[in-house]
């Protein structure tokens, strides 16, 4: 009998297997690599990755297959592939040796990740290889998308073969084959004449014909697939034949396959079809036993023979399988309806009990209300842990198995909830029909709702939403609360928020989670309404110290760190953000925690942590395009703008101000206006442009006063400074009035000091000025203090100190290079350069205040120096960053070249004694 393991006769693809050795030698070298091998159905995807595959034997190889069939399933993809690199390897990541349905795509990519860090210490570099991808389930598309964007310095390559999909419904799949800039594209056609002759010279027994290669390109338009079922199909003497115009097969591929199940044996073809009917990799004995067979392994060999089975002996269980998609679909749709029915009622006996399910529903001639019962008690299961795609599979078969109206729509309607909890537009958008023909009720307005939401319909989901909130109950009440709350949220409507977040936790109908998050949105309206103190007062059920806050409790714990971001309490603010995402790279599944990356930027911004800041909004901005979460990509894009605009660059700042501005144009939510709108005064703010900081501020005022309450601080300051320089001084002075009784302490007291100070300055009182700013800048810094304000304070400060000569000059040089230094520690050009030449003015050297020579740090290298220089190990640091141990090793080597040290113990001292600067 012929083994499934022997390599069929593979041919051609000389040119495209070339361009994969190429990828593959890049990798070796120290490259990571994407090649994406796109082709129809048939054209010889598999074949070539299976003998490309066999040629990388230096690589460690993680292989998976996609199937149309668990599409439901997250992250099963991902499984496959992690199961190759064997149970040792796979101890120390127990989220991907079971990966929990609620976990982030970045949370198990960053897994992945280290996995992938872990396999490279042999000395071995990577392939990861995945055919059928356009079946994958879109988690696994999500978190292999943030795994290429994360390979930095690892000797990975990823092949991906796919059909083409133009305008593909689920995006996460066309965004993962974007996803890397070191891309190869290997697209398969048919095979040449030269090809297809030497198929047919290893497959026929004898003598070739002149010119029957040519016919057979012909006839086939070089389709592998094609090829091998005419030549497998039709006799030798035949194919020989010069005199018949055509082979007697008919040119339909499928209608080809059924010739050969029809010479055939009986049995052969009864494995065959009950493999078909399976329709995965399954042990010779269970399809034996489906089939009938006293002796499955005498079948198996004509099938074998035919080309249309393989068979894996060497496995425990001695599996086996169809060879391809569409020799599955011909023999399954060759089947007799009572004959499909009697294998799928088998089936259902032999298999898991999750894949039984679908087998007992096409075994189904007509409703059946136990069936239907069961189901939703299986897709009910499936929701209580979180498998939501999957439950809503099982509640669409039983409302489809459903003998009464009512308990078909009510299950449908519920199938149809548990899809839109996914966030997936594209899995239940086509059933609406189906949702409009239901009965009027709460469930149809709540489904109808959420679907116009996810479509953009914002007034018509609401009243939708509204109606099911108020004549619902139980789920339907929570689950339209929660969205509703959503939308208002999104349009900066606090107090209606509030009242919708309080509505929903009185029904009592939600699970821990659930409540947290609502509790979350209730504390956030309550900041849009009245401010982010009062919102605090939301949240007192939290445990002061945020390491002691349970998981369940990571959605309001995220909402305090925000509030005191707000604040300006900046170490609390630090540790609430930092708690959540550390749990959230954990699996704890908050639904807030990739939000905690961008706000942690701005955190790092404020504290002068300007690498950092820049490292955690390139963490979040990968962690938001890998869910498609734009809300949080505009906090990380404020971040970075903030860092490039204190640091004169302004070409990139440029950049990310149009983006923002897309961002808006798309949404136009309040948040992204705000967070637009401040990055562009904050812009203006370092080119010291005040007429046009205050035109950036324009769309966030009500005349002087704020529309939104976030970053209102920050706002109020901005503006005081703005209409203080343009001269409108009496405006600058009520604006400061109120930030002065509504400030919090921390950084923000430097703020209104110096703004107090050049008000003064500005109505010609210098002495007054001379008084408010040195009575703020001799208070002790503390942890509270963003040094770029204190810098900027102790500037204004030595330079009216020069200008009316109410100090000695050693003390305004004082202050003066003490801002200097604070500058070039940050590397703030601009705000260094205008105290540079008031210091150069006054006849003062800089000398002193320079640091040490800036060395030239990628920004990579900025982002792993930091991390390591706090405290990190190799792996907490790789863990942090979502990247390999490898690429933290690989970064840090050259950063001890650069710095000129050897250890981890200097790194710190040096990053201050040497400010890098990243290109």
Known sequence: MTSGEATPLFVGRSRESERLRACADEVRSGESRLAVVEGEAGIGKSALLSHFSGSITDFTVLRATADNTETDFPYGVIGQLTRHAGRTALDAFPLLADPAAGSGPHVIGGQLLL???????????????????????????????????????????????????????????????RSSERTTRVELTGLGTGDVTRLARGTIDGPMTPGLGERLHDYTGGHPLHVRTVLAEVPADVLRDDALDRWPVPRSLLATITGQLDRLPGDSRALLEAMAVLDARTPLSVAGRLAGLDDPAQALGPALTAGLARWWPNEPESPVGLVHALHRDAIYDALGPERRRNLHAGAAGLVSTAASWGHRVAAATTTDEDLATGLEQAGLLEAAAGRNAVAATRLRWASALSAGRDDRERRLLTACAQSLLTLRADSVLPLRPQVEECAPGPERSCILGIMDMMAGRIPTAEAHLNQAAEDGTGWVTALAGLFLAQITIASGRGAETVEIARRTLA???????????????????????????????????????????????????????????????????????????????????????????????????????????????????????????????????????????????????????????????????PPDIVYSSLAAATVAQARADFPGQHRALLPLLDGLRPRYQPFRQWQQSLLVEALTGVGELDAAEAVLHELRDEHDGGYVRDVVARLAGQLAEARGRPRDAVEIYGRAATTEVDADVAPLYRAMLEHAYGRLLLATGSASRRDASTWLTRAHGRFGTLRAAPFQQRCRLDLTAAGLSTAESDPGAPLTLTERELSVAHVIANGRTNSEAAAELYVSQKTVEYHLSRIYAKLGISSRRRLADALRSHPGSAV
């Open 115 to 177: 996995l992938l860090g872990e396999l490279q210490e042999a000395g071995r570099p990577v392939a990861v290889l995945v055919d059928d991808l356009q079946w994958a389930d879109r988690s696994s598309t999500q978190a292999l998308g943030f795994v290429l964007r994360r390979l930095w310095s690892d000797r990975v390559l990823t092949v991906l073969a796919t059909r083409p999909s133009p305008g593909s419904a689920d995006e996460s799949l066309d965004k993962l084959l």
């Open 507 to 669: 029904t009592g109908d939600l699970d821990p989670a659930t409540t947290d998050l609502t509790r979350a949105l209730l504390a956030t309206g309550r900041m849009w309404d009245r401010g982010p103190r009062a919102a605090l007062a939301e949240l007192t059920h939290l445990p002061a110290a945020s390491t002691e806050v349970r998981d369940d409790n990571l959605d309001t714990l995220a909402t305090r760190g925000v509030m005191r971001l707000f604040l300006g309490r900046l170490p609390a603010a630090r540790d609430d953000l930092r708690t959540v995402a550390l749990r959230d790279q954990q699996g704890a599944s908050s639904r807030l925690g990739p939000a905690t990356l961008a706000l942690q930027s701005v955190v790092h911004y404020l504290a002068g942590e300007w690498d950092e800041s820049e490292s955690a909004a390139d963490r979040a901005r990968a962690v938001a395009a890998s869910q498609d979460q734009l809300a949080f990509d505009a906090a990380g894009r404020f971040a970075a703008v903030c860092v490039d605009a204190g640091r004169g660059r302004w070409d990139r700042a440029g950049r990310r101000l149009d983006e923002l501005s897309h961002i808006v144009q798309s949404f136009g939510s």
